[in-house]
């Protein structure tokens, strides 16, 4: 079992994935070039060791137990004798690789070297190592010590001894695995690129504005927050980096375009929560606008988006992305989706599915609506995924 950890980047990701390793029991140093983050991070600690105490989730004893078990360093030679790093820092290729061909030269030569990457390319940034055996990506979710799930990503370089080991170590952290190829995205962000970019194309459209289609997803779907409430909450600039990353990196398939609307936002400075505006205004005293709470209305706006949301999960099966099992996994325990988008394609009908891809399809003649070719066989075939 691992029992040092090292991690780089005192964000609040970095600090998250410490937070886990140390509530596990191992000991953690996180790395921060900047002091003033270390400090940041350390008092942030506190703070949300103190709110679990209050809540009755913890003692003083665990406090003071999962407080011990995490240094802050700002030299990377400090995570020398580290048997696990995970580096949480800026999605910058480049700068990622000249961090690894660093970190190489100072912790053991069995260490296994992770990234938290959220897109990037492991075997690009595993190319980095003198060797690339035993890096990994490691991706978890935000908040880190909430969400369940943590994506495990082996590079075409990645050994199957460093594959099973990160499995078991944060499976021990009390995680959910889901096992994906290194392709873009991953599962969580090839596959949820349809709740956003859907519902922009419907709004684009002028079928109905931000609060309607978030009331549709809602009401009808489910969803803890619609897609312009949960692109506010993450950040205008960050969704629309991701949309534009997975786009390139599918050598710009039509299905992952992004939206001039969300651009445009975001070169406006309007972020969302943390500016203060994004497609709703957050300030104090801001009347935003009511939804239109036409039931039909919100049936045609949910319909769209959830099956274009099966649609990129069947065919992340279809290529073997992961597995089915995990791909909704996935889905559920890292993005909080209320079901599995597979078990809801087989709740509504594969036949539905092919059906309402294909009237999409006849109505725009647009490649970004092709029916996955395992929906078309499994309807063919009158199968389900479970």
Known sequence: MIETVGIIGSGTMGSGIAQVAATAGCMVCIYDANPDALRKAEDSLAKILNRLIEKGRIDESEKSRIRDNIKYVSSLESLANSELIIEAIIEDLQIKKELFQKLQKIVAKDAIIATNTS????????????????????????????MKLVEVIPAVQTSENTLKSTIKNISNWGKTIAVTKDTPGFIVNR????????????????????????????????????PFELMDFIGNDINYTVTETVFEAFYYDPRYKPSFTQKRLSEAGFLGRKTGKGYYNYKEGAVNPKPNEDVGLAQKIFDRVLVMLINEAADALFWNIASAEDIDNAMTKGVNYPKGLLAWADEKGIDWCVMKLDALYEEYREDRYRCSPLLRRMNKEQNSFF
């Not at 690009?124 to 979710?141: E, M, Q, T, V, Y």
């Open 119 to 146: 897109s990037l390319s492991i075997a690009s940034i595993a190319s980095s190592l003198d060797n690339p055996k035993r890096c990994i990506g490691i991706h978890f979710f935000n908040p880190a010590p909430l």
């Open 191 to 226: 596959v949820a690129r349809p709740f956003y970019g859907e519902s922009l194309r419907i709004y684009e459209e002028g079928i109905a504005d931000f609060a309607t289609i978030d009331w549709a997803m809602r009401s009808l779907g489910g969803f803890r927050m619609g």
